[in-house]
Nanobody
Framework: QVQLVESGGGSVQAGGSLRLSCVASGYTHSRYCMGWFRQAPGKERERVAHINTFGVKTYADPVKGRFTISKDDTKTTLYLQMNSLKPEDTAMYYC???????????WGQGTQVTVSS
């Protein structure tokens, strides 16, 4: 059974940084696409970034140049380094995995990120 546990969320002022972590267990880490999603109150969930099995990284336009996704296969951990945070980045952030990057079937419980102006 796949388990994903996020951590690292918190409250920061605009311009600050946070690093989210997602510890994965229960599957072969390197064979899955892994990604970060976020959902703000009253808004639909959106993909923030993902990394495929070849290590290719893709970012949503609003976070390009500010966020960096990475993973440590040894520790089976996915990271999201978030710099130059903006109030519009405020959301619940979720880690997810899938057999491919078009369908994510496993989700963590989420970690809250709040950015104040």
């Amino acid at each position: 059974q796949v388990q994903l546990v996020e951590s690292g969320g918190g409250s920061v002022q605009a311009g600050g940084s946070l690093r989210l972590s997602c510890v994965a267990s229960g599957y072969t880490h390197s064979r899955y696409c892994m990604g970060w999603f976020r959902q703000a109150p009253g808004k639909e969930r959106e993909r923030v970034a993902h990394i495929n099995t070849f290590g290719v990284k893709t970012y949503a336009d609003p976070v390009k140049g500010r966020f960096t996704i990475s993973k440590d296969d040894t520790k089976t951990t996915l990271y999201l380094q978030m710099n130059s945070l903006k109030p519009e980045d405020t959301a619940m952030y979720y880690c997810a995995t899938g057999a491919n990057c078009l369908a994510f079937g496993n989700w963590g419980q989420g970690t809250q990120v709040t950015v104040s102006s």
